[in-house]
């Protein structure tokens, strides 16, 4: 019931999978609404030695203890969700001409997630290299209406990609029973 990521796998394996194996995102999800408010609290506000020691030692706890806890725990997935978090300020800061939203050289950035992506050479780093893809695109369609931008920016908004958008997450959930089911009645 929304604790798939709570129970180490030391006490009892692969719950984070159990009854339907995609429900530890749900649970992930639940988790993040919970610290969510704690965690844009404290990006809030001017860094000061504090801040950061306190951040370092939730990064490292939160390492620690990604090896021995399921997918759905929290504590694996902070990068993700500060970076999502600091997307939105950030976009919000340029959008309103905020000098701290303007200092971000976005394409350089981009440059480098891109040339870091292909060192990476692994699958885990695709996701950051679409985030990184599809901000720059937001970004260069908004400012500067670049042809390429606002293509690509009409493509993402269309019907189509729309409602690929609005059944993606229930076929997600969805679509083990489906394959399970159709192994079952195949066999």
């Given at each position: ?181 159709s192994l079952l009645v195949l066999d």
């Open positions: 019931i929304a604790l798939h990521g709570l129970i180490p796998h030391a006490i009892l394996p692969n719950t984070d999978y159990a009854f339907v194996g995609q429900a530890w995102s749900i649970s992930l999800e639940w988790q993040f609404y919970l610290v969510a408010p704690f965690m844009i609290k404290s990006i809030m506000g001017k860094f000061g030695p504090g801040r950061i020691i306190a951040f370092i030692i939730v990064a490292l706890a939160a390492v620690a203890l990604r090896r021995h806890m399921p997918a759905g725990f929290l504590g694996a997935h902070l990068t993700d969700f500060y970076l999502g978090i600091a997307s939105f300020y950030f976009l919000k800061a340029r959008w309103n001409g905020e000098e701290s939203g303007q200092q971000i050289p976005v394409v350089p950035i981009w440059l480098a997630v891109v040339v870091l992506s292909i060192f990476a050479r692994t699958a885990e780093a695709l996701p950051y290299l679409i985030w990184a893809t599809v901000l720059l695109i937001v970004i260069q369609s908004k400012e500067t209406g670049c042809w390429l931008s606002r293509c690509l920016s009409a493509v993402l908004n269309s019907k189509i990609a729309q409602g690929i958008g609005q059944m993606a997450y229930s076929i997600y959930l969805s679509h083990m029973l489906v394959i399970v089911l």
